[in-house]
Protein backbone atom coordinates (compact mmCIF):
# COMPACT_ATOMS: atom_id res chain seq x y z
CA UNK A 1 0.00 0.00 0.00
CA UNK A 2 1.41 3.31 -0.80
CA UNK A 3 0.01 4.88 1.70
CA UNK A 4 1.26 4.51 4.96
CA UNK A 5 2.38 1.89 7.29
CA UNK A 6 -0.46 2.44 9.87
CA UNK A 7 -2.82 1.31 6.87
CA UNK A 8 -0.73 -1.58 5.83
CA UNK A 9 -0.47 -2.64 8.95
CA UNK A 10 -4.58 -2.44 9.36
CA UNK A 11 -4.95 -4.28 5.89
CA UNK A 12 -2.71 -6.54 6.91
CA UNK A 13 -4.95 -7.65 9.96
CA UNK A 14 -8.02 -7.61 7.96
CA UNK A 15 -6.17 -10.23 5.49
CA UNK A 16 -5.93 -12.51 8.14
CA UNK A 17 -9.48 -12.31 8.87
CA UNK A 18 -11.63 -12.26 5.72
CA UNK A 19 -11.04 -13.66 1.96
CA UNK A 20 -8.62 -11.52 -0.17
CA UNK A 21 -11.07 -10.34 -2.79
CA UNK A 22 -12.88 -8.77 0.16
CA UNK A 23 -9.72 -7.55 1.69
CA UNK A 24 -8.63 -6.28 -1.75
CA UNK A 25 -11.93 -3.91 -1.92
CA UNK A 26 -11.49 -2.60 1.62
CA UNK A 27 -8.00 -1.79 0.89
CA UNK A 28 -9.33 0.22 -2.47
CA UNK A 29 -11.36 2.09 -0.19
CA UNK A 30 -8.71 2.55 2.40
CA UNK A 31 -6.42 4.14 0.04
CA UNK A 32 -9.08 6.58 -1.35
CA UNK A 33 -10.15 7.72 2.16
CA UNK A 34 -6.36 8.37 2.71
CA UNK A 35 -5.90 9.96 -0.65
CA UNK A 36 -8.86 11.84 0.34
CA UNK A 37 -7.43 13.09 3.83
CA UNK A 38 -3.86 13.86 2.02
CA UNK A 39 -5.83 16.17 -0.69
CA UNK A 40 -7.48 18.47 2.32
CA UNK A 41 -4.02 19.05 3.96
CA UNK A 42 -3.79 16.42 6.52
CA UNK A 43 -0.38 15.21 7.38
CA UNK A 44 0.13 11.31 6.24
CA UNK A 45 -0.06 10.08 9.66
CA UNK A 46 -3.21 11.76 10.52
CA UNK A 47 -4.63 10.81 7.20
CA UNK A 48 -3.83 7.73 7.56
CA UNK A 49 -5.45 7.50 11.14
CA UNK A 50 -8.36 9.55 9.93
CA UNK A 51 -8.97 6.80 7.58
CA UNK A 52 -8.45 3.84 9.78
CA UNK A 53 -10.44 5.49 12.14
CA UNK A 54 -13.46 5.80 9.23
CA UNK A 55 -13.21 2.36 8.58
CA UNK A 56 -13.46 0.52 12.41
CA UNK A 57 -11.35 -1.34 14.35
CA UNK A 58 -10.37 -4.32 11.99
CA UNK A 59 -11.99 -6.73 14.51
CA UNK A 60 -15.41 -5.05 14.25
CA UNK A 61 -14.94 -5.03 10.28
CA UNK A 62 -14.67 -8.62 10.13
CA UNK A 63 -17.16 -9.47 12.23
CA UNK A 64 -19.52 -7.42 10.34
CA UNK A 65 -18.79 -9.21 6.90
CA UNK A 66 -18.97 -12.50 8.51
CA UNK A 67 -22.31 -11.55 10.21
CA UNK A 68 -23.24 -11.46 6.83
CA UNK A 69 -21.48 -14.04 4.81
CA UNK A 70 -23.64 -16.01 2.25
CA UNK A 71 -22.61 -19.43 4.73
CA UNK A 72 -23.81 -17.78 7.78
CA UNK A 73 -27.13 -16.42 5.97
CA UNK A 74 -27.58 -19.61 4.83
CA UNK A 75 -27.15 -22.06 7.86
CA UNK A 76 -29.71 -19.28 9.57
CA UNK A 77 -31.80 -19.96 6.75
CA UNK A 78 -31.48 -24.10 6.73
CA UNK A 79 -31.97 -23.38 10.65
CA UNK A 80 -35.03 -21.41 10.66
CA UNK A 81 -36.81 -24.43 8.26
CA UNK A 82 -35.67 -26.83 9.85
CA UNK A 83 -38.64 -26.99 12.16
CA UNK A 84 -40.69 -26.97 9.71
CA UNK A 85 -39.00 -29.95 7.55
CA UNK A 86 -39.29 -32.19 10.84
CA UNK A 87 -42.91 -31.64 11.14
CA UNK A 88 -43.62 -32.24 7.63
CA UNK A 89 -41.61 -35.76 7.61
CA UNK A 90 -42.37 -36.28 10.94
CA UNK A 91 -46.15 -36.54 10.10
CA UNK A 92 -45.46 -37.92 6.84
CA UNK A 93 -43.40 -41.19 8.01
CA UNK A 94 -45.45 -41.51 11.25
CA UNK A 95 -48.99 -41.49 8.49
CA UNK A 96 -47.32 -44.08 6.47
CA UNK A 97 -46.52 -46.27 9.64
CA UNK A 98 -42.26 -45.85 8.17
CA UNK A 99 -41.59 -48.30 11.60
CA UNK A 100 -43.04 -50.64 9.22
CA UNK A 101 -41.15 -50.41 6.07
CA UNK A 102 -38.04 -52.92 5.78
CA UNK A 103 -35.04 -50.19 6.59
CA UNK A 104 -31.90 -51.52 7.95
CA UNK A 105 -31.98 -50.02 11.65
CA UNK A 106 -28.28 -49.05 10.70
CA UNK A 107 -29.47 -46.98 7.69
CA UNK A 108 -31.87 -45.45 9.57
CA UNK A 109 -29.30 -44.53 12.64
CA UNK A 110 -26.83 -43.18 10.10
CA UNK A 111 -29.28 -40.91 8.44
CA UNK A 112 -30.63 -39.43 11.72
CA UNK A 113 -26.80 -39.00 12.85
CA UNK A 114 -26.03 -37.38 9.58
CA UNK A 115 -28.84 -34.88 10.04
CA UNK A 116 -28.04 -34.10 13.86
CA UNK A 117 -24.13 -33.39 12.27
CA UNK A 118 -25.28 -31.07 9.79
CA UNK A 119 -27.74 -29.57 12.07
CA UNK A 120 -24.30 -29.08 14.41
CA UNK A 121 -22.46 -27.51 11.98
CA UNK A 122 -24.95 -25.13 10.81
CA UNK A 123 -25.42 -24.04 14.28
CA UNK A 124 -21.69 -23.42 14.53
CA UNK A 125 -21.39 -21.82 11.41
CA UNK A 126 -24.39 -18.74 12.64
CA UNK A 127 -22.37 -18.89 15.69
CA UNK A 128 -18.72 -18.59 14.59
CA UNK A 129 -16.85 -15.28 14.75
CA UNK A 130 -14.46 -16.54 11.78
CA UNK A 131 -15.34 -15.95 8.28
CA UNK A 132 -13.87 -19.01 7.39
CA UNK A 133 -16.16 -21.14 9.19
CA UNK A 134 -18.27 -19.96 7.51
CA UNK A 135 -17.78 -21.94 4.31
CA UNK A 136 -17.91 -24.90 6.78
CA UNK A 137 -21.95 -24.20 5.31
CA UNK A 138 -21.39 -25.14 1.93
CA UNK A 139 -20.55 -28.64 2.78
CA UNK A 140 -23.49 -28.88 5.15
CA UNK A 141 -25.04 -28.00 2.42
CA UNK A 142 -23.98 -30.58 0.27
CA UNK A 143 -25.10 -33.46 2.60
CA UNK A 144 -28.21 -31.87 3.13
CA UNK A 145 -28.55 -32.55 -0.20
CA UNK A 146 -28.08 -36.00 -0.25
CA UNK A 147 -30.08 -36.60 2.93
CA UNK A 148 -33.20 -34.69 1.02
CA UNK A 149 -32.23 -37.06 -1.94
CA UNK A 150 -32.07 -40.17 0.14
CA UNK A 151 -35.31 -39.57 1.80
CA UNK A 152 -37.06 -38.74 -1.44
CA UNK A 153 -35.39 -42.16 -3.15
CA UNK A 154 -36.74 -44.47 0.03
CA UNK A 155 -40.26 -43.04 0.24
CA UNK A 156 -40.34 -43.82 -3.90
CA UNK A 157 -39.44 -47.40 -3.08
CA UNK A 158 -40.61 -47.87 0.20
CA UNK A 159 -43.35 -46.08 0.82
CA UNK A 160 -46.67 -48.24 0.41
CA UNK A 161 -49.05 -45.30 -0.48
CA UNK A 162 -48.54 -41.38 -0.89
CA UNK A 163 -49.89 -39.70 2.12
CA UNK A 164 -51.19 -35.96 2.40
CA UNK A 165 -48.44 -35.11 3.89
CA UNK A 166 -45.94 -36.93 2.02
CA UNK A 167 -47.28 -34.35 -0.74
CA UNK A 168 -46.53 -31.39 1.12
CA UNK A 169 -42.65 -32.54 2.45
CA UNK A 170 -41.78 -33.85 -1.17
CA UNK A 171 -41.80 -30.37 -3.03
CA UNK A 172 -40.67 -28.72 0.21
CA UNK A 173 -37.43 -30.86 0.45
CA UNK A 174 -37.41 -30.28 -3.76
CA UNK A 175 -36.87 -26.93 -3.15
CA UNK A 176 -34.70 -27.21 -0.72
CA UNK A 177 -32.73 -29.02 -2.94
CA UNK A 178 -32.23 -26.77 -5.46
CA UNK A 179 -31.87 -23.71 -2.92
CA UNK A 180 -29.22 -25.53 -1.08
CA UNK A 181 -27.49 -26.50 -4.23
CA UNK A 182 -27.76 -22.54 -5.65
CA UNK A 183 -26.34 -21.58 -2.62
CA UNK A 184 -23.27 -23.61 -2.10
CA UNK A 185 -20.90 -21.89 -4.94
CA UNK A 186 -21.53 -18.56 -3.40
CA UNK A 187 -20.79 -19.93 0.11
CA UNK A 188 -17.50 -21.65 -0.92
CA UNK A 189 -16.53 -18.68 -3.12
CA UNK A 190 -17.27 -15.92 0.01
Same mark, same amino acid.
Given at each position: ??????????????? !?????????????????????? !????????????????????????????????????????????????????????????? =???????????????????????? #??? #??????????????????? #??LDA???ATV???????? =?????????????????? !???? !?????
Amino acid at each position: MAGHALIAAYVSDLA !RRLPADTVAELADGLEETFEHY !RRLGTSPAAAAAAAVAEFGRPEQVASEFTRQSPGRRAALALLATGPLFAVLWGTSLASAQA =WTWQIPIGVALAFGAALVGVAAVL #VAV #VLSRSYARTRLAGPACGIL #VLLDAAMLATVALVAPVLT =WPMAMAIPASCARIVLSV !RSVP !RILAG
